[in-house]
Every structure is written in structure tokens, then in C-alpha cells.
Nanobody
Framework: QVQFVESGGGLVQPGGSLRLSCGTS????????MGWYRQAPGKQRELVAY???????IYDDSVKGRFTISRDNAKNLVYLQMDSLKPEDTAVYYC?????????????WGQGTQVTVSS
């Protein structure tokens, strides 16, 4: 079973920044499109950014221009740099693979990392 471990969340004021990290046990990590998802209270989990094996990146409109996804294939790590944070970014953030229909590739999820944006 694939394991994901997310870290880097916390409490930050509006306009602040955080950098999330995700480590995974996934073998042949480099061939997978990887994504960051988030789930706010009372809402469904949504995909906010993903990066292909060729490092092509796509962002949801809600985070475009503020978030940057990257990956380190040598270390099996995916990052999410979050700048200009807004209260509506408050959520638990998860990473997972992304399939061709932009759904989570794997059934297993990590514990996520909580991001709270509040003054």
C-alpha cells in the first residue's frame, strides 16, 4: 500500500506563506503525475495543483499565481509553496497521484497537514 506523509502546515496570517512537503513510499515515483488536494470543513476534497512526470504544472484558478508545485524525484518528494495566503485557503492538504481524469490515483491517503489562515 502506498504511503504519503504530508508536513509543513500551520497557522499563518492572511498574506503569509507556507511550504508544504509530501514524502511517499511510491516506487517509480518519477513516472507519476502528483498532485496536492485540499479539503475544507464541510466541503469535498479538491485538486488544487498537479505536476506531471515532465514537470508540467497545472493550477486551479483559485490558487493560480499564488501557489507553486514542484517535485524532487531523487527524494520522492512533492512540494507546494503557498504565498499570499487567504482565509479561504484554510483546509487540510493532502498529496496523491493524479490520473488522466484528474482523480486521485491511489485509494490510500496520508494524514494530511492542516493549514489555517487567520488573523
Amino acid at each position: 500500500q502506498v504511503q504519503f506523509v504530508e508536513s509543513g502546515g500551520g497557522l499563518v496570517q492572511p498574506g503569509g506563506s507556507l511550504r508544504l512537503s509530501c514524502g511517499t513510499s511510491l516506487s517509480m515515483f518519477s513516472i507519476y503525475t502528483m498532485g496536492w488536494y485540499r479539503q475544507a470543513p464541510g466541503k469535498q476534497r479538491e485538486l488544487v495543483a498537479y505536476i506531471s512526470s515532465a514537470r508540467f504544472t497545472i493550477y486551479d484558478d483559485s490558487v493560480k499565481g499564488r501557489f507553486t508545485i514542484s517535485r524532487d524525484n531523487a527524494k520522492n518528494l512533492v512540494y507546494l509553496q503557498m504565498d499570499s495566503l487567504k482565509p479561504e485557503d484554510t483546509a487540510v492538504y493532502y498529496c496523491n497521484g493524479v490520473d488522466s481524469q484528474l482523480r486521485a490515483y491511489f485509494d490510500s491517503w496520508g494524514q494530511g497537514t492542516q493549514v489555517t489562515v487567520s488573523s
